[in-house]
T-cell receptor, first 114, second 115 residues
Framework: NAGVTQTPKFQVLKTGQSMTLQCAQDMNHEYMSWYRQDPGMGLRLIHYSVGAGITDQGEVPNGYNVSRSTTEDFPLRLLSAAPSQTSVYFC?????????????FGQGTRLTVV | AQKITQTQPGMFVQEKEAVTLDCTYDTSDPSYGLFWYKQPSSGEMIFLIYQGSYDQQNATEGRYSLNFQKARKSANLVISASQLGDSAMYFCAMRGEQAGTALIFGKGTTLSVSS
């Protein structure tokens, strides 16, 4: 079982560059989300989606865009990278079937903006 | 607004001892769920245990148990008989109030287990 797959695992960007972090899940989960993890800050929610075509902002959405054209994929776009976006990014998915279902996480993408 | 608070940045315990990691939460939703995750140094997020707000009993999963005190809005994780492999970051999280909202996380507690 692949679960949640994030690519790339590591990325270095120059300030001002744009890029897309990929996230795909093969569990047919309706709910998907993106987090960033910074030292001492825990996981902060960037954007989330409750299904194809539906997205919403989380706690720290500025500088990021998302779209959800299929159930499987939920890419995160950095429009113009800034050093403040240096972080570890996690994608997660959850089933909508039961309230107690946990979120499954990808392995993370370590992004450095120089 | 929902909030998860973990007040212990770091905890230290010896092997075979029990340890309690604190978590308090705030929500106006009468129906909510609380989760604990483990993040070892390798970085992956590992689900440990879940407690629903209407569950009558405290959740248990092997050496993990959740001390759920609803009136105090606390959901502390208890790890019995600590092992060296328990050294990791531990996160408490809550299901969002709106259906489909992603989990909201606390800042985490780093647990160090020594021999």
């Amino acid at each position: 079982n692949a679960g949640v797959t994030q690519t790339p695992k590591f990325q270095v960007l120059k300030t001002g560059q744009s890029m897309t972090l990929q996230c795909a899940q093969d569990m047919n989960h309706e709910y998907m989300s993106w987090y960033r993890q910074d030292p001492g800050m825990g996981l902060r929610l960037i954007h989330y989606s409750v299904g194809a075509g539906i997205t919403d902002q989380g706690e720290v959405p500025n500088g990021y865009n998302v779209s959800r054209s299929t159930t499987e994929d939920f890419p995160l776009r950095l429009l113009s990278a800034a050093p403040s976006q240096t972080s570890v990014y996690f994608c997660a998915s959850r089933s909508s079937g039961l309230q107690n279902t946990e979120a499954f996480f990808g392995q993370g993408t370590r992004l450095t903006v120089v | 607004a929902q909030k998860i608070t973990q007040t212990q940045p770091g905890m230290f315990v010896q092997e075979k001892e029990a340890v309690t990691l604190d978590c308090t939460y705030d929500t106006s939703d009468p129906s909510y769920g609380l989760f604990w995750y483990k993040q070892p140094s390798s970085g992956e997020m590992i689900f440990l245990i879940y407690q629903g707000s209407y569950d009558q009993q405290n959740a248990t999963e092997g050496r993990y148990s959740l001390n759920f005190q609803k009136a105090r809005k606390s959901a502390n994780l208890v790890i019995s008989a600590s092992q060296l492999g328990d050294s990791a970051m531990y996160f408490c999280a809550m299901r969002g109030e709106q259906a489909g909202t992603a989990l909201i996380f606390g800042k985490g507690t780093t647990l160090s287990v020594s021999s």
